[in-house]
Structure formats: C-alpha cells, structure tokens
C-alpha cells in the first residue's frame, strides 16, 4: 500500500509493542480492547485519529482472537484499516445536514417535508409549528389530511400533477390549525430525494393579511364610502 496510507512502515512494527508504535491514547484503547478479547473471546473494533506528515487521518483497528489447533498457544490477529476518505465523506455528510437543518429551522417561511404514498409529514420546522399551532413533537406523524382543508381528492390531483407533469405546484390552500381556526397559505411545493426516497418538500406563507387587504380594496371599490352601498 501507500506509504501515506500507513501509520508506519511494516517494517517498523516487528519486534516491537504496540506502545511503542502508537500515540499514548492510542496505546490505551489498544490494550483495553486486548483485555477484552482475553476476557471475554469477542472481537473488538475502534476507531483513532491521529497526525501523519502534518495529516490528520483515521485508522480502524480490529482484534480478534488467533488460536491453533495443534499447539497451546493463543495471540491476536489485529487488523488496521486506513478509513480517512470515509470519514472525511461522513463528515461532509453531517455538515451538509447541519446547514439544512439550520435553514430549515431558521427560515421564517412553514417549510415540511410529506411522504409521496402516504402523505405523512417527516419533518417540519418551527414556523409551521407556530403557525397551526401544534409542538414539533406533534407534527412528525400528522398527514397533510390532518391539517389542510381542502377535499382529500383535490389534495390527490395537486400531488399527481406534482409527480406526472411538471415536478412542481403552486397555488393557495386553506390550513387548519389545531385550535380549528382556518388560515390562508400561499404554497409552493416540489419532489426531492430525502433518505433515499422520493418526499415532497411543500414551502408555505400565511397570506391572511393580504386576502384581508384585498378584500377590503374590492369592498373599497365596488361600495360607496358614505353608505356603504
């Protein structure tokens, strides 16, 4: 292998104990691991990080019992894997879902994610949460039957024109808070791959105070001021 895959040459670990080769912290999970391959006859495994040629790198260690047959004899087989490109990858894994996370949650705008088939809610933010009413331990589980007022077979026909034409809807739907009361939304909805499957990712605003304002400036307009007729 790769002499930058290695926390040292081969060469360098013959004749030698494994605290002589590894960084004290290193040394110590090594021999707690030992103990209880000795103990208890399982396999161990662990991970480390530490520092080769200004490199920070991750290595996993495996030990498992070794005993032959024909002679009394019992030692280890121990087995190091470099895994840095692993956890450089889950790393940028967490990050990536760091940053969703706190957009999701920070955004003021009703942001939840819904399972195509079942129409189950995933995930909310706390806009949503404030805005219907219910806690976020609540949302997880609710359908989007349990809180939009429409017909279900017209919520029906706005998910299959999402997944069969063109990918994405927007349009304006009435929610119904836990209280009962009815609120306006304007929403915007499209399908995205989440957790390895196909979910619909629905974006929405309350427009209560517009619908207000326009309904006021037709009755403005359509009504005189003085009599109201």
Known sequence: PDRRDL???????????FRDIFPVEVAESFQDAIYKVEDYGLDQEFDFLTEIDRREMWFNISIC????QSQDYFGFVVVMRN????KQRE?????SEERYRAVMQQNPECIFLADVETRVILEANQSLQRLLGYSLEEIPGLSLYDFVADEEEDIYQIIMQILKDRNFYKGELQFRRKAGTLVEVEISVNSIAYRGK??????SRDITPRKLAEKQLIHTATHDPLTGL
Do not use: M, Q, S
């Open 91 to 95: 790393e940028a894994v967490k990050e």
């Open 7 to 17: 926390i040292a040459p081969p060469r360098e670990f013959l004749g030698k104990h």
């Open 83 to 86: 895994i840095t490109e692993r």
């Open 198 to 203: 196909k979910v619909l990712c629905v974006i």
């Open 65 to 68: 019992p070794l005993r032959i």
